[in-house]
């Protein structure tokens, strides 16, 4: 009874933190899983709101674009971040400090912000658009910032910096004594990073793009700013089934929120297991 009694504020505070992660998280999932199982009625079980969103092709092509634009985001994300972390770690301890630092306040520049910048920039009658018109380049005509390429340039720019900032700390894994070794034996710089930079780095490369992954695919509000829903992808097409833009759907919506939580679920599942695979070879 002492223990307890000594402990009480320690048993408060985690069963206030207890109750705040059921709030907050288990009742908002409990409620959108349930939902989802629902007719357009609300009342009966259905399995057509999964039917719906897998055969029909509006709904099909928005999650076929949300993985496609996330990967290619991720992918190119993840090599030029960790070439990017890699540069870092050479400079001097208050260099680096100094970018890591510009690095998290970019990372932290997403949503509408981020996209009314990218509009000033390469809209239409954006800054470097006019720049480039008055050297007789009409850069709209081949490349128009509204579009997939367009959408996915912007994704592109906000995952670098989250990119860097995670793969920073990996480069403290590589030893210089490693490198000092590798060239003795007459290892090139290119054979190292081949046969022994990347096996070491690679479950954290895995678990940044994981990461960077999950990012693209719930990004709602930049590409809302940019494209106003021109382009078809799963968060807007759930933002609109809840707010009712055309017509107010919530369960379908619920069936799209719960595939996009399957589809990061199995990506994250696949993840673990690479780099289990990775650290027992």
């Known amino acids: ?165 995670l793969m920073y700390p990996a480069f403290d894994a590589i030893k210089e004594e490693w490198k000092d070794a590798a060239s003795i034996l007459g290892a090139s710089s290119f054979q190292f990073w081949k046969n022994i930079g990347i096996t070491v780095l690679l479950p954290s490369m895995i678990g940044t793009f994981n990461i960077m992954f999950a990012n693209a695919m719930g990004a709602y509000a930049t590409a809302l700013a940019l494209t106003n829903g021109s382009i078809n992808l799963m968060p807007l097409r759930i933002g609109a089934l809840v707010s009712g833009d055309i017509f107010m759907n919530p369960m379908q919506a619920s069936a799209l929120a719960v595939i996009l939580g399957l589809i990061l679920t199995i990506v994250n599942i696949i993840n673990v297991k690479l780099i289990r695979k990775e650290r027992t070879i």
Request: charged residues 10%; positive net charge; proline residues 3%.
């Open 1 to 165: 009874m002492n223990r307890l009694r000594d402990n009480s504020p320690v048993i408060i505070i985690l069963i206030i933190f207890v109750l705040i992660i059921v709030g907050f998280e288990f009742v908002p999932l409990y409620s959108v899983i349930t939902s989802s199982f629902q007719d357009n009625t609300g009342q009966g079980f259905s399995l057509a709101q999964y039917s719906n969103a897998l055969k029909n092709p509006f709904y099909y092509q928005s999650i076929k674009n949300s993985i496609l634009i996330s990967l290619e985001s991720s992918i190119v994300g993840i090599i030029i971040a960790t070439i990017g972390a890699n540069s870092i770690s050479k400079f001097s301890t208050r260099v680096r400090e100094k970018i890591i630092t510009m690095s998290n306040m970019t990372s932290n520049f997403s949503g509408v912000p981020l996209a009314f910048a990218f509009i000033i920039i390469l809209g239409n009658n954006g800054v470097f658009t006019l720049i480039f018109k008055k050297f007789g380049i009409n850069l709209a005509s081949s490349f128009n910032l509204y579009s997939i390429s367009g959408l996915q340039l912007v994704y592109i720019y906000f995952q670098i910096p989250l990119g860097i900032l």
